[in-house]
């Protein structure tokens, strides 16, 4: 094995293609884990509010429905459309 001393070295220029290879390879930023905490919260608070038996209640006054399937297809479709529509003003802002 050869020691780093003896090694030749170069003094030209780096190319932009070699610079981003050694920068994605040598670049050791920490990975930092995110777990989304606000997005937990929504769908824990939106779960939450659309479970409450009130919502039953209001989704057959509105809608005339009495099936269970229609009020959790109806359920359903509210959670989405609220959740889409809180995290792009999220996302937005």
């Known amino acids: ?8 070295t170069d003094d030209s220029d780096v190319s932009d ?3 981003y290879v050694i920068n994605t390879i040598f670049n050791s930023k920490k990975v930092v884990k995110s777990y989304h905490f ?3 919260f929504i769908i824990s608070l939106l779960f939450c509010i659309l479970s409450l038996p009130m919502m039953d209640y ?3 006054m509105i809608t005339k429905v009495k099936n269970v399937y229609y009020k ?3 359920k359903t479709f509210l959670f989405f459309s609220f959740y889409f529509l809180i995290i792009n ?3 937005k802002n």
């Open 38 to 40: 606000k997005q937990i």
């Open 17 to 19: 293609k070699d610079r």
């Open 58 to 60: 209001y989704i057959e």
């Open 72 to 74: 959790l297809s109806i």
């Open 89 to 91: 003003y999220i996302v």
């Open 1 to 8: 094995m050869d020691d780093i001393h003896f090694i030749q």
